[in-house]
């Protein structure tokens, strides 16, 4: 439940605007670093991995309504720079087919691309500590659960301000009708969200511990390196 | 599910009048669109303005029925925001509205347009990296849809699904799923140094001024038509 399906205009303008600042600062962040990198290899990557993502993210499990996002893998895949891009790209291709408001891609991409991040960062952490398929499944449960604090975050900020859709006489209503209740929403997202971390992770840690044995190449994300570096650096290996 | 080949059918085979209007109308009609689902304060004006943008799609010989089952998808996701919300019945009724207007434009927009026109104007003011993911991503998404395809006929025929067996299913989807990034990224790669050695160099712009058509009028005129409705009826 981390990837918010929250349509246009539901959340407060201030709310989604700041959402669009955040995820350009942090992609003009990535694509200063993505500047020298290996186009040849890695845009093909990139393409592979955010069709995968598309194509998981439009299976639902039923009864939950969960669908996988394959977004710690695209982390460990490409690294938390191309790993920011390639949320950036699903969002807008899902989006594009009304999959999630046009609006809201700012704040999905935030926390996709969090994923991305966050999923690299923990696999890294864990490298000494665990097996692959166990390393890939933590790092998945571990950044599930940050980014969906962070959902949750973001729709309590949204209520700051609800009466922003509210015509003046239905203001007085919602002021009477008493607190928000972001409690709520916190456990429908919990409940289902343990449930979809738990299934992600599973995936997760298969999906990566397949590529580790079958292509264990595609685990390191160098992006600087050129065609003759990389056999170089496979002869040493 | 979105069906996205089917979208992308839709998208190329259509001879309709929103077709045939050009990419910047139906970008303008979007956007219009989606001014107005911001204008917008009274649920009534807004869910006319939903009803006229199922006719106008009708009308043009699109898939209305498909689409306003899709666009309907969004106000599931509203409902489960909207229990954590102030306000009555009105403020509830302008959140859904305020889902499934842009979604049924947005939907308008890509049921009549093929995707590497979208992308064209979008590469125009993207940096390379992104509008060249795009478009790889796009190319993938096909290559990939037809694998799972392959894939699902091939675990069903050598016996890899068993009821009841939650664990070896699981496994053998997660495994599938790994084989079929790993195939993806092999055929993604090979089809990335074809476009290189025909002379692709990470830009698709179109090229030539942008200029309006004569079909332009639909999805324009049905833009102003729904913003005007929600401006005037406040």
């Known amino acids: ?237 | 599910m979105i069906d996205v080949a089917k979208v992308d059918y839709w998208a190329a085979s259509g001879t309709g009048p929103f077709q045939r209007a050009s990419i910047i109308a139906k970008l303008g009609f979007l956007l219009l669109v989606l001014a107005a689902a911001l204008a917008a304060k009274n649920p009534y004006a807004l869910a006319l303005g939903y009803i006229i943008l199922l006719l106008i799609a009708a009308a043009a010989r699109l898939p209305w029925l498909r689409m306003m089952g899709l666009s309907l998808y969004a106000a599931v996701f509203t409902v489960l925001y909207i229990v954590s919300l102030r306000g009555g019945m009105t403020a509830h009724a302008v959140l859904i509205v305020k889902a499934i207007t842009p979604a049924l434009a947005v939907l308008m927009l890509i049921v009549s347009t093929p995707y590497p026109r979208i992308f064209s104007v979008l590469s125009a003011v993207l940096p390379e990296i992104l509008a060249a993911g795009l478009f790889m991503t796009y190319r993938t998404l096909f290559i990939l849809l037809d694998m799972m395809d392959n894939f699902v006929a091939a675990i069903r025929l050598r016996g890899g699904f068993s009821p009841g067996s939650l664990y070896k299913n699981s496994a053998n989807i997660s495994k599938g799923i790994g084989m079929l990034l790993v195939r993806a990224v092999e055929r993604s790669s090979r089809l990335y140094a074809v476009m290189v050695v025909r002379g692709y160099s990470g830009s698709m712009a179109e090229q030539g001024p942008v200029k309006l058509h004569r079909e332009d009028w639909l999805p324009l005129g049905t833009g102003m038509a729904v913003l005007l409705l929600v401006i005037l009826w406040r």
């Open chain 1, 1 to 237: 439940m981390t990837h918010m399906h929250i349509p246009d205009f539901v959340l407060p303008v201030w709310l989604w605007v700041s959402g669009f600042v955040v995820m350009a600062a942090a992609l003009g962040l990535s694509l200063l670093q993505l500047r020298s990198m290996d186009k040849k290899k890695k845009i093909p990557l990139l393409g592979a991995i955010s069709a995968a993502m598309i194509v998981a993210m439009s299976l639902e499990i039923l009864p939950i309504a969960y669908h996988i996002n394959l977004s710690v893998v695209a982390g460990i895949l490409l690294g938390p720079a191309l790993g920011f891009v390639a949320a950036f790209i699903v969002n807008l291709m899902l989006a594009l087919m009304g999959h999630g408001g046009v609006s809201v891609i700012g704040l999905n991409t935030i926390l996709l691309g969090l994923e991305a991040v966050l999923g690299h960062t923990f696999f890294s952490l864990l490298r000494r500590v665990l097996p692959v398929f166990w390393r890939a499944a933590a790092a998945t449960v571990l950044t599930f659960v940050s980014t969906t604090t962070l959902l949750i975050g973001i729709v309590a900020a949204s209520n700051v301000d609800p009466l922003r859709f509210l015509h003046a006489d239905e203001h007085r209503l919602a002021v009477q009708e008493g607190p928000v209740l972001i409690s709520k929403f916190a456990v429908l997202v919990l409940s289902f969200g343990v449930v979809g971390w738990i299934i992600e992770a599973a995936i997760t840690g298969a999906v990566v511990k397949f590529i580790s044995q079958v292509k264990p190449d595609l685990l390191s994300h160098r992006l600087h390196d050129s065609p003759d570096q990389g056999r170089v650096a496979g002869n040493g290996q």
